[in-house]
């Protein structure tokens, strides 16, 4: 049961050799899958998934930061006085 | 109950440094030379002090978020309430283009609003614009809210006024409020509605639950775990926000469907559930086409690149809203997944400056829908 408090972290995955992206797609186990780009899936993880990703070898992850710390960064990014502003 | 707080030191014995080093999974703000702002629990806090760190409460991240989601609101944002009265606005100003209805209700018992824009009642063909099934997509709901907002504005001027005379255009914003409203309160990046599972976790994922092959997969995408993001909940159409539609969509048979969503700048087609091409040749050129036209439509305004595909090409989904408008009454049906196109551009937290400029680019694809869908033989 993933608890308020639960760590998440946002990851970058990529297919470990011989596998393709679509192969992360159906890795069961609970992934959160915002982004998928041509080699690789950005996607919001629990540190229990995480570990399991790793100790099982069935991603190459980077860990982009937790979610907390993304939240943070991009509510910050997107004040109304960024400089972010229109294309 | 999760608090923010500011901590200081009460000496050299006590290192602001070493909170940071303390193995208590505290969410760290701000970090400064003689203060640290962190969200914590009340248990985290009470260990802090007793640790002789100095712990002043500064409010409820309940009540941090409610103010941070003011300040966008007023900065653009729309909250299930504020959306409420300007669609009322809407309706209330132009009566005689305008409608308010109530499709149903939410699992918390909020109103799932559409406006029916039309001169006339019964204009046919009807066309479906929606919005916010997932609750973080918080620009999926302003690019339909600015549509429903420019239809009617502008319902006297050419070429809107000639739609308007011969169909309708509905625009359903929000719908997931109960999840949205936890969104901008509670928790930033919740996805799903607000039902309580036989488990005890929260929320179905409303893109997950319509009838069309529901819960023919189980996959990280379209998952039978309830606590899963993408759980497809306990039957086809269980979620009151889905049967709010399914039953509209019955009752005025639509000529196609335009769902938003954010983020990734995507066009996408059915289907969802499967690799394989939708089967009639027909409709993939007409769907196909129309996605291509609406890539160099939305390229036009601010150069932007959406990708057409299908959806599928994304990720595998089973119940998905348009999978089930194309799949039970064939007709052209879109989930376009707005700004920004990245992550590192801000994913699911998009700047409220960006409000208007995804809508300036959208306004074309939008319009050259209605325009086809309006302009063509019915039957």
Redesign the interface.
């Known amino acids: 049961m993933a608890a308020q408090d639960e760590v998440r972290w946002v990851v970058r995955l990529s297919p470990p050799p011989g596998r393709t992206v679509r192969d992360l797609l159906e890795i069961p186990l609970p992934l959160d899958v915002w982004q998928r780009d041509a080699d690789a899936l950005i996607a919001a993880v629990t540190e229990l998934t995480l570990n399991e990703l790793e100790r099982r070898r069935l991603a190459d992850v980077e860990r982009l930061g937790t979610t907390a710390e993304y939240e943070e960064r991009a509510e910050r990014a997107a004040r109304p006085n960024d400089r972010d502003g229109e294309r | 109950m999760?608090l923010i707080a500011r901590i200081t030191s009460p000496g050299p014995q006590s290192p602001l440094s070493e909170v940071l080093r303390v193995p208590l999974?505290v969410?760290v703000?701000e970090v400064k030379p003689d203060y640290m702002i962190l969200?914590a629990?009340e248990a985290q806090l009470e260990r802090l002090s007793r640790m002789g760190y100095q712990v002043e409460q500064l409010e409820d991240v309940a009540q941090h978020l409610s103010a941070?989601a003011t300040?966008?609101a007023a900065?653009g944002y729309h909250s299930a309430a504020s959306l409420e009265e300007e669609l009322r606005h809407l309706a209330e100003a132009r009566p005689d283009v305008a409608e308010l209805r109530e499709i149903g209700r939410s699992i918390e018992g909020r109103p799932i609003l559409a406006l029916r824009i039309g001169d006339r009642h019964g204009g046919v063909p009807k066309i479906l614009f929606m919005g916010c099934h997932h609750a973080r997509e918080w620009i999926a709901v302003e690019v339909p809210f600015l549509l429903a907002k420019e239809m009617v504005e502008r319902a006297d001027e050419p070429p809107i006024a000639s739609w308007l005379s011969s169909g309708e255009v509905w625009v359903a914003p929000m719908v997931n409020p109960d999840g949205h409203e936890h969104s901008r309160v509670?928790?930033?990046?919740w996805?799903k509605n607000r039902r309580r599972n036989q488990?005890?976790?929260f929320g179905v994922d409303p893109n997950r639950n319509y009838g069309y092959m529901w819960g023919i997969l189980n996959?990280?995408?379209s998952?039978h775990?309830p606590?899963?993001?993408?759980y497809v909940g306990p039957r086809a159409f269980s979620e009151p926000e889905t049967q709010a539609v399914r039953d509209l969509v019955a009752c005025e048979l639509f000529a196609g469907v335009i769902t938003y969503h954010s983020?990734?700048q995507l066009i996408l087609y059915p289907w969802g559930y499967t690799d394989r091409p939708v089967p009639d040749a027909r409709d993939r050129e007409l769907m196909v086409g129309l996605a291509i036209e609406m890539q160099g439509l939305i390229r036009g305004v601010?150069?932007?690149v959406y990708t057409p595909q299908q959806s599928s090409e994304?990720?595998?989904t089973a119940g998905d809203t348009t999978d089930w408008t194309y799949g039970t009454y064939g007709i052209p049906s879109f989930t376009i997944e707005l700004r920004p196109r990245?992550?590192q551009e801000?994913?699911?937290?998009?700047?409220?400056?960006?409000i208007?400029?995804t809508w300036e680019e959208n306004r074309p694809a939008a319009f050259r829908f209605i325009e086809h869908l309006i302009s063509a033989p019915i039957g």
């Open positions: 999760n999974g969410d703000w969200r629990t941070f300040a966008d900065a509670e928790q930033r990046l996805r488990d005890g976790t996959l990280p995408t998952s775990v606590s899963d993001e993408t983020y990734s601010h150069s932007s994304l990720y595998p990245t992550v801000g994913g699911f937290i998009l700047p409220a400056s960006q208007q400029p």
